[in-house]
Every structure is written in structure tokens, then in C-alpha cells.
């Protein structure tokens, strides 16, 4: 079963707007992580943000924001005022405790984000 | 860039033959992580070690192994290899055993023919 959703296939912006990308999650812990890593065209995958679930803080970090709400298993990431350069495909990752190892990290099938001037 | 460094950016090859994938991690991290990333798949974990044993498994195919050495890096043998092979092949390498981020490598693009 998918534990990780991101319903959103593709979201295309112009420049300048705000844009916010769904992670629906599914975990039995009560101890976990999530995390959002940025593909861009280049291919390869940046990490951009780390909560565990005990911080439901949600925080800004320049352009980027995230929404954790553990009521709703959700952990939504926002980029304000896009830019061309945020073109890429997003993804986000769950990190659970009742796997063998927190190393073993399921991703979303991603969202693929298009910014145009 | 990440810091972790894969050996070779682009690979063809035929069906049945064997590859060696190679990945060197981060300056002082312990984990090595072997992610596939394909179309219909997704991103999928593979396999981790951590200072040199296997640490956790996932999907990984029993024509697919990997080890890590005692420098830290990291390889992974792909054999008797077929179309649906093709993908793109990440090395992500951690501090710790887990729950921490993992750090990527720009991946080496497989393509069996």
C-alpha cells in the first residue's frame, strides 16, 4: 500500500505565484519523519526539509514554508513568489519507526512543478 | 552539490550482462543508501549499509547485490540484467543509521538494451 500520496501530478504557475504541493502520509508510529527533496531537470535529488512528528511547528525558511497537521496526516509544502528556477518535480519522504531502519525512506511519486516567466 | 560522488554517469549495456554501480558518500558519513528510480516504479529503496554491514533491505532483486567497503564506498552489482532494469540509480549517503537526511548523488542512468 502507498504510504506516501501526493495526489497533485503536475501544478503549472506563472512567475511570482504562490504554489502549494499536497503529501498525504500513512503511518501506525507514533515516532516518524517526513522530509521534501526537489528534482530538478539536472536529475538530481536535493533534500530541502526534515520534521519529526513530534514538532508540529510549522515554519518558514525564505521562500519555502511547510504545514505539518498530524490530525490530517498531511505535510504540505508551499513556495512563495515562484521562480523559474523552482521548476523540478518534488517529493516527498516518510521515515517510520517500525520499518528495520529509519534509513528506509518511501516517497511519493512526486509532483511535478512548472514555473513560467 | 551533494558530496556523494557515482561512478558512471551513464551506462548501456545488453540484456544478461553485469554492471557495477559505484558510489562514494559524504566526508564522514556512515550509511550508504541504493535507491532505483524508474517510470513506473517510482523511487524505490533498495538496500542500506551502515560502517560496512547490510543495514535494511527493501524490493531489491536477487540478480542485485551490493557492499560497502572499508573506505565507506559503496557498490552496487546488477547481473543477468533486462530491459525493465533500465532506470536511474541512486547512491544517497547519511550520518547516522537513519531518520536523519539523506544526501544524493546525481545517479547513474542505466539503460539496457
Known amino acids: 500500500a502507498q504510504k506516501v500520496t501526493q495526489a497533485q501530478t503536475e501544478i503549472s504557475v506563472v512567475e511570482k505565484e504562490d504554489v502549494t504541493l499536497d503529501c498525504v502520509y500513512e503511518t501506525r508510529d507514533t515516532t516518524y519523519y517526513l522530509f521534501w527533496y526537489k528534482q530538478p531537470p539536472s536529475g538530481e535529488l536535493v533534500f530541502l526539509i526534515r520534521r519529526n512528528s513530534f514538532d508540529e511547528q510549522n515554519e518558514i525558511s525564505g521562500r519555502y514554508s511547510w504545514n505539518f497537521q498530524k490530525s490530517t496526516s498531511s505535510f504540505n509544502f508551499t513556495i512563495t513568489a515562484s521562480q523559474v528556477v523552482d521548476s523540478a518535480v518534488y517529493f516527498c519522504?516518510?521515515?517510520?519507526?517500525?520499518?528495520?531502519?529509519?534509513?528506509?525512506?518511501?516517497f511519493g511519486a512526486g509532483t511535478q512543478v512548472v514555473v513560467t516567466p | 552539490d551533494s558530496g556523494v560522488t557515482q561512478t558512471p554517469k551513464h551506462l548501456i549495456t545488453a540484456t544478461g550482462q553485469r554492471v557495477t554501480l559505484r558510489c562514494s558518500p559524504r566526508s564522514g558519513d556512515l550509511s550508504v543508501y541504493w535507491y532505483q528510480q524508474s517510470l513506473d516504479q517510482g523511487l524505490q529503496f533498495l538496500i542500506q549499509?551502515?560502517?560496512?554491514?547490510?543495514?535494511a533491505k527493501g524490493n531489491i532483486l536477487e540478480r542485485f547485490s551490493a557492499q560497502q567497503f572499508p573506505d565507506l564506498h559503496s557498490e552496487l552489482n546488477l547481473s543477468s540484467l533486462e530491459l525493465g532494469d533500465s532506470a536511474l540509480y541512486f547512491c544517497?549517503?547519511?550520518?547516522?543509521?537513519?531518520?536523519?537526511?539523506?544526501?544524493f548523488g546525481p545517479g547513474t542512468r542505466l539503460t539496457v538494451l
Open positions: 544517497a549517503s547519511s550520518e547516522g543509521e537513519g531518520a536523519g537526511e539523506q544526501f
Open positions: 549499509y551502515y560502517n560496512g554491514e547490510e543495514r
Open positions: 519522504a516518510l521515515s517510520e519507526a517500525t520499518t528495520d531502519s529509519w534509513g528506509k525512506f518511501q
